[in-house]
């Protein structure tokens, strides 16, 4: 396992056939940082390399969230780390948790946002929808 910075990725460049980024980028604060995040997994790809980038979206009017186009796109989404149960011969209602509450920034995605995202870090769109809450993109490198 590797743990690395987005924006300073150890791997060689030009090496790899193919990327995946999944639910990295739209945790990055600004737009420039986003698109240096793409330059950076883009640069990992050899000539003919391809790379798969999931965001979160903004449009999810169906999903438990309900976030619309009409909705901030920077958002502090709260994470649940759920902790054990100290139940020490206690009654059900005097068990306590050691859950905790950490608060996660995301920037949501607009439609075509990140195809604009990939093309400002130099590389070309290939393929690209939305799935299940999240925009994705196949980028190439450009020659």
């Given at each position: ?114 195809e604009d995202d990939v093309r400002a870090a130099g590389g ?20």
């Open positions: 396992m590797i743990v690395a910075d987005i924006l300073d990725l150890p791997h060689p460049s030009h090496g790899f056939d193919f990327a995946i980024s999944i639910a990295v980028v739209h945790h990055l604060s600004t737009p420039e940082r986003r698109v240096e995040a793409v330059r950076s997994i883009l640069d990992t790809l050899n000539a003919d390399g391809r790379a798969l980038i999931y965001v979160w979206a903004l449009e999810q009017e169906s999903s438990r969230r309900g976030w619309t186009e009409h909705d901030d796109q920077d958002v502090m989404v709260p994470w649940v780390m759920r902790g054990a149960k100290n139940v020490q011969k206690a009654p059900e209602s005097d068990a306590t948790s050691t859950d905790r509450t950490f608060h996660r920034y995301y920037h949501l995605y607009r439609k075509d946002e990140l070309s769109v290939l393929d690209a929808g939305y799935e299940k809450d999240n925009w994705w993109a196949i980028a190439g490198r450009v020659a």
